[in-house]
Nanobody, 116 residues
């Protein structure tokens, strides 16, 4: 059984920063992809940033230059450093880990609220 636990969400003012963490536990294959998603009220869940176990990263256009994804493979943990936050970044942030065809797990989400 694989579990993902996110932490680090909270409320900040526009221009502020937050760092999200997602710790994965259980039987995890060493070659995997971890992704941060977010879902704002009334909107579809969207990918924010992805990182492979080799360290390759991709970002949504809306967060490029402001967010940085990183990971610690020894701890099976992925991070999302969020700087210059905007009110439109307000959402529940989820992490996801995938490998192979059938292994696909999600965390429970952490709320990020950015006030203007």
């Amino acid at each position: 059984q694989v579990q993902l636990v996110e932490s680090g969400g909270g409320a900040v003012q526009a221009g502020g920063s937050l760092r999200l963490s997602c710790a994965a536990s259980g039987s995890i294959f060493s070659i995997n992809v971890m992704t941060w998603y977010r879902q704002a009220p009334g909107k579809q869940r969207e990918p924010v940033a992805t990182i492979s176990s080799a360290g390759s990263t991709t970002y949504a256009e809306s967060v490029k230059g402001r967010f940085t994804i990183s990971r610690d493979n020894a701890k099976n943990t992925v991070y999302l450093q969020m700087n210059s936050l905007k009110p439109e970044d307000t959402a529940v942030y989820y992490c996801r880990i995938q490998w192979g065809m059938r292994n696909d797990y999600w965390g429970q989400g952490t709320q990020v609220t950015v006030s203007s």
